[in-house]
């Protein structure tokens, strides 16, 4: 779990959400971490590379058949 998804808008559920992680700190720590590792494996610029490659390489692909 790398965080917490609540509506746009509604409030009572993000202070919730927000509560909980001051409360716990072990937890705010997991979800740090775990938050991070995504970032750096889905959102790194090698990352994005490979997708926007693989992408144009799709693209490509369908225009030659």
Same mark, same amino acid.
């Given at each position: 779990q790398?965080?917490?998804? %609540? ?10 959400? $927000?509560?909980? $992680? ?7 720590? =997991?979800?740090?971490?775990?938050? =991070?590792? =995504? %970032? ?18 799709? %693209? $490509?692909?369908?225009?030659? =058949?």
């Amino acid at each position: 779990q790398s965080g917490f998804c %609540v509506r746009a808008g509604a409030a009572a559920p993000l202070a919730e959400a $927000l509560d909980r $992680l001051a409360a716990d700190p072990e937890l705010s720590r =997991r979800i740090g971490l775990a938050a =991070r590792q =995504r %970032v750096l494996t889905e959102y790194s610029l090698p990352a994005i590379t490979g997708q926007t490659l693989r992408r144009y390489e799709e %693209v $490509l692909t369908d225009a030659r =058949r």
